[in-house]
Each structure stands twice: as C-alpha cells, then as structure tokens.
C-alpha cells in the first residue's frame, strides 16, 4: 500500500459521544483508550468479551445488543469500526462517514477511514504517538512496547516532578520569558540513549541486496 504519513493530532474526545463497532479484543483496546481520555462510549456488538462485558455491568460504557444502523452516527463524534473482513459494510460505513461528517477509523481499512491512529506509549501523562505511515503497523505496535519499558518509574516521578514546577512557576512568576527559562532549567541534562537491535532476516536481507 502507499504509505500515507498523515497529519499527526490530537483529538479532544472528553464527553464526546464516540461509537465503537465489534466485541472483541481489539475493540476492548479503542473502548480503554476512548475512556482514559474521557469519551462517552457505546459498543454495538451482538457479542462482548469479558471485559466489555464487565465495562457494561458497572455502566462505564453502553452496549446495545444488535448491528450498526445508520442512526447510530447521528451526533456521534467518532466511530471506530474493528470489523474487518465486510468491504461492502466498510464502505458504505464510510459513505455515511462523509455524508453525515463524523470522523471514522476502521481497523487495518486506511482506504475505509477518515482517521488515522497511532500506537501509543503511555506512562503517567506522556503520550507518544508511533506511526510507520501505514506500511508496518506490527513495528509500530513493537516501538510501543519498548518504549513503554523504557519509560519507567523514575520518569513517571520525574514528570510529576516537573508538573508541580510548572505549576508553582505559573502562579509565582508573571514574565513569561522568565517562566519558559525557568522550565528549561529543569529539564537541563535530560537526555535519550538508546540503540536499535535489527531482527536477523533484515540482515541477512541487507547482506544479499549488497553481494
């Protein structure tokens, strides 16, 4: 496919009405994500695994127990459909998409979505969004991982750390030139260190394109 680097942003979803297509694992990831950044959100599943399931017992979501109908978009901010394997629904989902302008992203489908999503690495208020333009999702998903090893205990203390300064320097110093100063100070020193380990068949890969 062609990769499509897309406009990196993002969204406010915090009390916004977002609907989420299918109940299984994948569709149990974008519900977590929609919650933790605080979406109104509704499954529409015939079925659920056993977290969703318990995410509608304690009313932290709504299912409703059918199909997608076309009514369901109406005031909807976002739809996000993992149902991969109906091109005919997919399109025409993103027909509705365009007609009705609510923003929509379908699963491993670029060509059915109006959005994009990134993995994301997450670890207290650090969000770092990773995106391969579309052409190497599963790497996306690995740089996710490792990078969330890499931010660990230290670096969520040393971030509240630095929140609290902002905090005090905003109420305590009016120049904002000063402000900016002062929080570079803080992070004076920091620094990211890393090297990358490539899997043994791009070697050997790399070694043929070169003989």
Request: aromatic fraction near 6%.
């Amino acid at each position: 496919m062609a990769a499509n680097p897309g406009f990196q942003v993002s969204l406010d979803v915090k009390g916004r009405s977002c609907v989420v297509l299918g109940g299984d694992g994948e569709a149990s990831d974008k519900v977590d994500r929609l919650l933790d950044s605080g979406a109104k959100v509704t499954v529409i599943s015939p079925t659920l695994n056993d977290h969703l399931r318990k995410l509608t017992a304690t009313a932290k979501i709504l299912h409703r127990v059918r199909l997608f109908r076309s009514t369901d978009a109406q005031g909807c901010f976002l739809v996000i459909n993992t149902l991969r394997h109906d091109q005919d629904f997919s399109r025409s989902l993103y027909e509705l998409a365009q007609k009705e302008r609510f923003l929509l992203l379908a699963s491993d489908q670029p060509e059915y979505s109006t959005v994009m999503l990134p993995a994301v690495a997450k670890r207290s208020h650090l969000r770092l969004a990773i995106s391969t333009s579309g052409v190497a999702p599963v790497l996306a998903g690995k740089i996710r991982q490792d990078c969330e090893l890499l931010f660990d205990e230290e670096f969520e203390r040393f971030l509240e750390w630095l929140a609290v300064i902002r905090d005090e320097t905003k109420a305590a110093e009016p120049d904002a030139e000063q402000r900016r100063a002062t929080l570079r100070e803080a992070i004076e020193g920091f620094k990211l260190n890393g090297t990358i380990q490539y899997p043994q068949a791009w070697l050997d890969a790399r070694r043929q394109q070169q003989a």
